[in-house]
């Protein structure tokens, strides 16, 4: 046999192993292993098209990752050796020498080169392992002010939410660190998500929320029983505004009978009692680790409706265009609110967080899996428990291709500074009715807190009846001016 046939052969058997033991004459070795290997592959692709999300959502499993390091070890030698044992089959010792170490030298590359791929799955089992072991909490968390655990859901295949209709996680954005005192989170986003379809609300409250009302019965309640209220700080500012709620009950840990870091369960239980909702979970994303996520999926691409200014001495520019924009830009189009006022910024990041759900494609977050998670790891602070992931991946999926609505809290709906609690709870109430059913009306602008007065707004109104519902897409009015 010629050394470019015994080569292709060889490089044959690297996709379809036991094709040259066939040529050299193995026939029974070559056909058992073919059809072990085809046998394999119809079984891992029928895995795949039958349930793909379930799937993906086992393999977050510790025991899961675990065996697929292992399996990816045993496979990656096993697989080496086999391109070892087609060379030797396929006759190199009848070549002259100087050929024969030519085609050894590139048949050993080979038996390297087939060890790659399942490194490369080691890889992401092990880096996958680390990133869920240092972001997810190991086990069930005290619920809000209280010491009641929440309750997992139940594993069985047919109900893993165990009766539940929707998934309610809130979204939190923050940027504490060395050289900031406490947790302030500037950014509150509430996804209320129906486990059946996936369809998402997302809630968003401003920052600026004043005389925030505690949940009867509750510590905070008890201290604050008209509101949240505190006197004005030296400077003038306050606070005492809904991203102060965190700071606040970290720092007062007696107000709870000295116990400490109440501040995460107090938000959730105020904010799910705003809303007239239980909130399961939260996750705090650190603004700095969400811009090196961004960085890790190559960018994002926002149309920005108008130049965009930021730092401290107004030195930063995001220009007006569409473009993608890098992790640092795209955080300061989220979050800058010079020239401008929270509640734009409230829609700048609600547009991010929609390209970024568009945008972060299987394939992407595949090809860069280990810039992601390395990222991830220094962005999520969250007490969702790490057996609930291969459930909620499956869940995350669902809403990617699901519809998904954002409701804003803002004036004119809401006036921040005398919030209508009822409204609010009406208002999410409604949207939740409309998600469930799949009969949500995207809103084009948010309506008037005014009351109709008279019948030219009553005539208005038959006119543009969906201007009547807040609720609206989640990129609606991005890169609108």
Known sequence: MSAGAILGWLA????????AHLRAGWRKTGLVLLSCYAVLLLALLALWLVNRDELLGLVTQDSWLVSILVLSGVLGVAWCALMVHSFLVLGPRLLPKAVQILVGTTAGLLAVAVVLPFAWVANIAWTSREAIDNIFQPAEVPQAQGEAAVPLPDARPEDPWSGRRRVNILLLGGDAGDNRTGIRTDSMNLASIDVRTGNTVLFSLPRNLEDVRFRPGTPMARHFPDGFRLPPDPGGGRSDLLNSVWEYADAHPEIFGGKRNQGAQVLMDTIGYTLGVDVDWYALV???GFARLIDAIGGVTISVEQDVVFGRY???LVKAGTRKL???????YARSRTFSDDYTRMRRQRCVLGALLEQAD???VLIRFNRIALATKEL??????????RHLVPLALKVKNAEVTSVQFVPPLINTGYPDWDKIRGIAGKALRDSATGTVVAASTAPSAEPSTGPKRQRQRAEQPRRSDPTQALTEGCGAA
Do not use: F, K, V
């Open 326 to 332: 890098d992790g640092e830009d795209a955080m300061w």
């Open 380 to 389: 999520i602070r969250t007490d969702i428990p790490r057996s609930l992931l």
């Open 12 to 19: 044959l058997s690297t996709l379809a192993p036991g094709a």
């Open 286 to 288: 650190n603004m700095w």
């Open 314 to 316: 107004n030195e930063g």
């Open 362 to 364: 299987p394939a992407t």
